[in-house]
Nanobody, 128 residues
């Protein structure tokens, strides 16, 4: 059974930092693109960042570019999201998810429906 478990969320003041972790068990983690998404109250789930299976390629939403960094450690089956310069608009539940890119397609996707496994989410709250 595949499991993705996020951790590291919490309450932080505006301008502060948090690092989220997502540990994957039950499958070959290193074969998959990993992504982070977030969902704020009353809003749709949105793409935040993605990292290729070797970690050599990354992609970010414009709203987090320059502030967030995605990374992975395949030996630990873990993907990370370092979040700096947080502001109130970053308040959301953050989810990690896995994506297996079909042959000939882009290594990543920003679409929720393209990701097949999801974690339970971790709450990030940024106070003003």
């Amino acid at each position: 059974q595949v499991q993705l478990v996020e951790s590291g969320g919490g309450l932080v003041q505006a301008g502060g930092s948090l690092r989220l972790s997502c540990t994957v068990s039950g499958r070959t983690f290193s074969m998959y693109t990993m992504g982070w998404f977030r969902q704020a109250p009353g809003k749709e789930r949105e793409f935040v960042a993605a990292i290729s299976w070797r970690g050599g390629s990354t992609n970010y939403a414009e709203s987090v570019k320059g502030r967030f960094t995605i990374s992975r450690d395949n030996a630990k089956n873990t993907v990370y999201l370092q979040m700096n310069s947080l502001n109130s608009e970053d308040t959301a539940v953050y989810y990690c998810a896995s994506y297996f890119a079909p042959y000939g397609s882009s290594w990543y996707s920003t679409r929720v429906n393209d990701y097949n496994y999801w974690g339970q989410g971790t709450q990030v709250t940024v106070s003003k």
